[in-house]
């Protein structure tokens, strides 16, 4: 498999940049063109050089996972052969709690499962830089009493039950949802996995209260993994079911199973032409500080991180959230 690191500008080099850049800017201000909003920022030259060389549309089908123990989010794209190609791992900045599913409002736990998100959840206006609503709970979290709001995807590198990027992170993974948004795709999914989800990783944590559920998510997981198609899932008994073809009628998440007409898993095959490129995984660096009090991040680094957050705070954020999955078309099934 070819690996490929990015990096980022430093700190100490962007802090030392910034007198010339404002000089700069003051000094052509005049003419200078509008800056778009961070949820209108358009995919970087690197971006688009990076898409074109894997022989992916910006408007295609994306696909994001989220693996908590390595704090990791992969971005997937979906290429013309109706299969999906790595385009690049992030780091995540920050997450709260511990490997193990979100039950309650306010328990500080980052959930785990299958997540549709609907483009009505994307939250240009954020206070946490820019975000997309995971929209917990879902099917399966509701029909086993779990309660919560307003979980994201957000920047700003501070979490209280969310996935927390960094500013430029977030908003390089909203803009290529936002693309494949207006190419037509009206939900995307997000699974999030307590870590990779291999025999050998099962078998360490066999022992955990939580394998039992880990268990039906990594049939997801090893579906995705043998097809590089996004698996179908439903929700009835109280449990997630996949790889399953949906039936016509409403599934009930509390009520029996039907009988369901399991799919033939079609495993991929590369060209030989690009057999490389279907392995090459391409990760940026970057900070990841679960379990990191923020308060006790010195102020210079947090500001380098955008930890710092508008006036309104948290209380605006969620007051300002996104709409309920119930009233929103396409998302029955979770």
């Given at each position: 498999?070819?690996?490929?690191?990015?990096?980022?500008?430093?700190?100490?080099?962007?802090?030392?940049?910034?007198?010339?850049?404002?000089?700069?800017?003051?000094?052509?201000?005049?003419?200078?063109?509008?800056?778009?909003?961070?949820?209108?920022?358009?995919?970087?030259?690197?971006?688009?050089?990076?898409?074109?060389?894997?022989?992916?549309?910006?408007?295609?089908?994306?696909?994001?996972?989220?693996?908590?123990?390595?704090?990791?989010?992969?971005?997937?794209?979906q290429r013309a052969d109706g299969r999906f190609y790595h385009?690049?791992?992030?780091?995540?900045?920050?997450?709260?709690?511990?490997?193990?599913?979100?039950?309650?409002?306010?328990?500080?736990?980052?959930?785990?499962?299958?997540?549709?998100?609907?483009?009505?959840?994307?939250?240009?206006?954020?206070?946490?830089?820019?975000?997309?609503?995971?929209?917990?709970?879902?099917?399966?979290?509701?029909?086993?009493?779990?309660?919560?709001?307003?979980?994201?995807?957000?920047?700003?590198?501070?979490?209280?039950?969310?996935?927390?990027?960094?500013?430029?992170?977030?908003?390089?993974?909203?803009?290529?949802?936002?693309?494949?948004?207006?190419?037509?795709?009206?939900?995307?999914?997000?699974?999030?996995f307590p870590f990779h989800m291999t025999d050998a990783k099962?078998?360490?944590?066999?022992?955990?209260?939580?394998?039992?559920?880990?268990?039906?998510?990594?049939?997801?997981?090893?579906?995705?993994?043998?097809?590089?198609?996004?698996?179908?899932?439903?929700?009835?008994?109280?449990?997630?079911?996949?790889?399953?073809?949906?039936?016509?009628?409403?599934?009930?998440?509390?009520?029996?199973?039907?009988?369901?007409?399991?799919?033939?898993?079609?495993?991929?095959?590369?060209?030989?032409?690009?057999?490389?490129?279907?392995?090459?995984?391409?990760?940026?660096?970057?900070?990841?500080?679960?379990?990191?009090?923020?308060?006790?991040?010195?102020?210079?680094?947090?500001?380098?991180?955008?930890?710092?957050?508008?006036?309104?705070?948290?209380?605006?954020?969620?007051?300002?959230?996104?709409?309920?999955?119930?009233?929103?078309?396409?998302?029955?099934?979770?």
């Amino acid at each position: 498999m070819r690996s490929i690191i990015l990096g980022r500008m430093s700190f100490r080099r962007l802090r030392a940049a910034v007198p010339v850049l404002a000089g700069m800017m003051l000094a052509a201000c005049s003419s200078a063109p509008s800056i778009p909003p961070p949820s209108e920022t358009p995919l970087s030259k690197q971006a688009m050089m990076l898409l074109g060389r894997k022989g992916m549309e910006p408007t295609a089908p994306i696909y994001i996972r989220i693996f908590k123990e390595e704090s990791e989010l992969e971005v997937w794209k979906q290429r013309a052969d109706g299969r999906f190609y790595h385009y690049k791992t992030y780091p995540i900045c920050n997450w709260s709690g511990g490997l193990g599913p979100k039950f309650t409002e306010g328990d500080r736990q980052a959930p785990e499962g299958f997540y549709p998100v609907h483009k009505s959840r994307m939250k240009p206006d954020s206070n946490y830089h820019v975000a997309f609503n995971l929209g917990f709970p879902n099917a399966y979290d509701k029909a086993n009493g779990r309660t919560g709001s307003f979980v994201m995807v957000h920047g700003k590198c501070k979490s209280a039950g969310c996935y927390a990027m960094t500013d430029a992170l977030i908003e390089e993974i909203y803009a290529l949802a936002r693309e494949s948004i207006r190419g037509g795709q009206e939900v995307f999914q997000v699974h999030a996995f307590p870590f990779h989800m291999t025999d050998a990783k099962m078998a360490e944590h066999k022992k955990e209260p939580w394998y039992g559920f880990w268990q039906s998510l990594k049939q997801g997981y090893d579906a995705f993994e043998v097809t590089r198609q996004v698996p179908e899932v439903a929700v009835c008994e109280r449990r997630y079911v996949v790889n399953v073809k949906l039936p016509q009628a409403p599934i009930a998440p509390e009520g029996a199973c039907p009988r369901f007409e399991r799919v033939k898993l079609e495993p991929f095959k590369p060209l030989p032409s690009e057999e490389n490129l279907s392995k090459e995984r391409v990760t940026e660096l970057g900070h990841k500080m679960h379990g990191i009090d923020p308060d006790t991040v010195p102020k210079d680094k947090a500001m380098a991180l955008g930890m710092i957050i508008g006036k309104r705070g948290a209380a605006a954020e969620a007051a300002a959230g996104g709409a309920d999955a119930a009233k929103l078309p396409g998302l029955a099934q979770y």
